[in-house]
């Protein structure tokens, strides 16, 4: 769907509306795209234990992320 930005002003609860249909919306500004509105989406949680990833999954010396970055942190507070 496609919207201008006098629209977004004026009519947001029918752009709303078709956001909860599913649909996006194409924001135009002076006829060319200028914002997109898509539905929002819930993030799923992630698992309870977090697994080490990026610059600490080679790091032999930690393994635990969480209580090595308490442990940093409860020097300072």
């Known amino acids: ?3 201008t930005a006098k629209e977004l002003r004026f009519k947001s609860k029918e752009l709303i509306d078709s956001l909860k249909r599913g649909e996006e919306v194409v924001i135009t ?3 060319k795209p200028c914002a997109k509105l898509v539905p929002y989406q819930e993030l799923k949680r992630q698992t309870e234990t977090n697994e080490l990833f ?3 999954e080679d790091n032999e010396m930690v393994t635990n ?3 090595y970055v308490r442990g940093l942190r409860k020097e300072r507070f």
Request: avoid cysteine; charged fraction near 35%.
């Open 1 to 3: 769907m496609r919207a």
């Open 29 to 31: 500004f002076r006829g």
């Open 54 to 56: 990026g610059m600490w």
């Open 65 to 67: 992320v969480d209580e």
